[in-house]
Every structure is written in structure tokens, then in C-alpha cells.
């Protein structure tokens, strides 16, 4: 899998046997068909509305076994609504990386590097929101430091794994459309006042969140990487989304001709 931003490939294995095959410095390796053991790193809208619920359904090789917050009334009512035994805060991060197999991170998008590194160096997997980080250099630090420690990294894009999203790549790659050349997209909703999508500091903004989905759309229908981008962002005076960009506007050519443009909003 390829981050948007980035364009390095980080892979993670789906099977508990292929996971295994990692070594885990001085923590013991489970037996090959037992269950991958994760902790889930941050309990926000998205672990809430969209992690804890789908590890529900993984049971066959995936299962819950840790949570990790800062916020105690979370911890509580959430281990005991999925029924997880383990649960930390923060500053007890090592010591849930002592009793997971791999992390699933749903942290804000500032924090991703931070949480994936000290992970990596305790040989924990990681499976990371997207976006992958903040900054490239960033996301290198996160790459290096999993191949360093042999770990499995992946940053969790659902949509190259949606079966509309396949079948209309299928049909373009097979040419029943003929030769792409050029591609359109766009992706605007309104956000809370407050909510960490607007804080700068947090790594917000309309690209982070939903500017990777127009930007893999063309990166993955075209089967290439962008050799030039130009963008604009705007800001209409809007106090709640004064800190990112409200809205941005890009374009994006690749090798053959062919160009890619997209807008992005939080007011629209």
C-alpha cells in the first residue's frame, strides 16, 4: 500500500501467520494460528464509530485486547462495552506494547509518527489512520524505524479495499472507458466548531482528511505518481477554520499528458 503523500510503499500483513514471521526482540512470539492480539491507540469519533465496531467482526484473527487514552470515563465504558481485559493511559504506552501483538492507531494526525516509532521500536506491528503523517521527513522516520525493527507498517486507506472503488479501476485498466486522460474529483463537508480537524497543531486541514482520497483516486486509476502539482488554498474568513485551509484547489500531472484536479472543503 502507498501513502498519498508521500508515495513510499509500507506493507502489513493481513494473516496471523504471515505476522508472525517478524520477530519480536525479547517478547514471545505466539503460536502461528493464534489470533493477532491489537491495542487501540486513541478513542476518538473514529475508533468509536468505526474500529472498535469492526474488530467485532474480525474475531477469526484479529482481536481487541488493549485500549489506550488519556480519557478514563472512555476507558471504562469501552473495554467494558467490547469486553477488552487491558486498558492504559498514555504514559503507559510501553506497557501496553508489552502485551500486543500489533497497534491500531487512531490518533490525531500529528501524533502518528511519535506513536508508530516508539511501536516499531518495541517491535509491535502498526496499523495507522491516514493520513500517515505530517510532514514527508515525518513519514520516513515511520518507515525507517519499522524496517529497522522488522515490524509491518500500514496505513489503514479502506477504499483499495471497497468493492466499487475495484470494480471501477478494473474497468478503466481494462480499457472499456479507452485511455484515461484526465480526472476530476471532489470532496467537501462541513466540521464542528473545535473539532481536531481544524487545528493546525493537530495537523489539520482538508488535505490530511479528505484531500488523500482525490489524490489516491488519480494516483491508483492512472498507475503513476505525480511528476508536478500546483494547489491553492482559500480561506472565505470563516472563525472555526481559521487556523488550515477551508478550501484548496489542485492540479496534478503525470507522465503521458495526463492531469488530475481536485477541490477539497470544510464550508461547502
Do not use: W
Amino acid at each position: 500500500m502507498t501513502n498519498a503523500s508521500t508515495g513510499h510503499r509500507a506493507t502489513f500483513a493481513p494473516s496471523a501467520q504471515r505476522m508472525h514471521n517478524a520477530p519480536r526482540g525479547d517478547m514471545a512470539v505466539h503460536r502461528r494460528n493464534a489470533p493477532i492480539t491489537y491495542g487501540i491507540v486513541g478513542l476518538g469519533h473514529i475508533a468509536q464509530v468505526a474500529v472498535l465496531p469492526a474488530f467485532a467482526h474480525a474475531r477469526r484473527n484479529s482481536r481487541v485486547t488493549a485500549l489506550v487514552s488519556g480519557d478514563p470515563t472512555k476507558l471504562r465504558a469501552l473495554s467494558k462495552k467490547y469486553r477488552v481485559p487491558s486498558v492504559f493511559s498514555y504514559e503507559e504506552y510501553e506497557k501496553c506494547l508489552e502485551q500486543v501483538d500489533a497497534v491500531y492507531i487512531a490518533l490525531p494526525n500529528s501524533l502518528h509518527a511519535e506513536y508508530t516509532i516508539r511501536a516499531a521500536r518495541a517491535g509491535v506491528h502498526v496499523l495507522c489512520e491516514k493520513p500517515m503523517a505530517v510532514t514527508v521527513r515525518e513519514c520516513q522516520q515511520m518507515i525507517d524505524a519499522c524496517r529497522k525493527n522488522r515490524v509491518k507498517l500500514m496505513i489503514a486507506y479502506r477504499l483499495h479495499f471497497e468493492e466499487i472503488n475495484l470494480k471501477a479501476v478494473d474497468l478503466v485498466r481494462r480499457g472499456r472507458i479507452g485511455e484515461p486522460k484526465f480526472f476530476n474529483s471532489s470532496f467537501a463537508m462541513t466540521v464542528r466548531p473545535n473539532d481536531i480537524r481544524t487545528r493546525k497543531e493537530m495537523g489539520g486541514g482538508t488535505l490530511y482528511d479528505i484531500g488523500v482520497y482525490c489524490i489516491n483516486a488519480a494516483r491508483y486509476l492512472f498507475r503513476a505518481e505525480p511528476g508536478e502539482v500546483m494547489a491553492i488554498s482559500v480561506n472565505s474568513g470563516t472563525a472555526k477554520l481559521r487556523e488550515i485551509d477551508e478550501t484548496t484547489g489542485a492540479i496534478l500531472r503525470f507522465d503521458g499528458g495526463r492531469v488530475a484536479a481536485f477541490v477539497t472543503s470544510f464550508n461547502s
